[in-house]
């Protein structure tokens, strides 16, 4: 398993950009299906986006197709998360995860998902 880092987290206006990075050591990510998932206080864990291992297939849940963009440089190790049009309801700890080690489950299940980093916070002021 990786070990992921997510960085870039921050507070923010709504309207207002802003974009996630997820370092990965300990191996490479370039075979894995990569994620990004947000969990808000008093909520479960929550699909955001994910990507194939080479990036030719993404996915978006409903409530941010169109203002996110999920992307990765295998050759950098790392997962980036552009997220424009921000708006307060996408306050959250947002979390890299990296497919490998456990059953598939689907690419927005949590538990398709073996390595997670710690997480990083954004919050959108209205």
């Known amino acids: 398993q990786v070990q992921l880092v997510e960085s870039g987290g921050r507070l923010v206006q709504a309207g207002d950009s802003l974009s996630l990075s997820c370092a990965a050591s300990?191996?490479?990510?370039?075979?894995?299906?990569m994620g990004w998932f947000r969990q808000a206080p008093g909520k479960s864990r929550e699909f955001v986006a994910a990507?194939?291992?080479?990036?030719?297939?993404?996915y978006y849940a409903d409530s941010v197709k169109g203002r996110f963009t999920i992307s990765r440089d295998n050759a950098k190790n790392t997962v980036y998360l552009q997220m424009n049009s921000l708006k307060p309801e996408d306050t959250a700890v947002y979390y890299c995860a990296a497919a490998g080690g456990v059953p598939y489950r689907g690419y927005n299940s949590p538990g398709s998902y073996g390595s997670w980093g710690q997480g990083t916070q954004v919050t959108v002021s209205s």
């Open positions: 990507t194939t291992w080479n990036g030719d297939m993404t």
């Open positions: 300990g191996g490479t990510i370039s075979i894995y299906r």
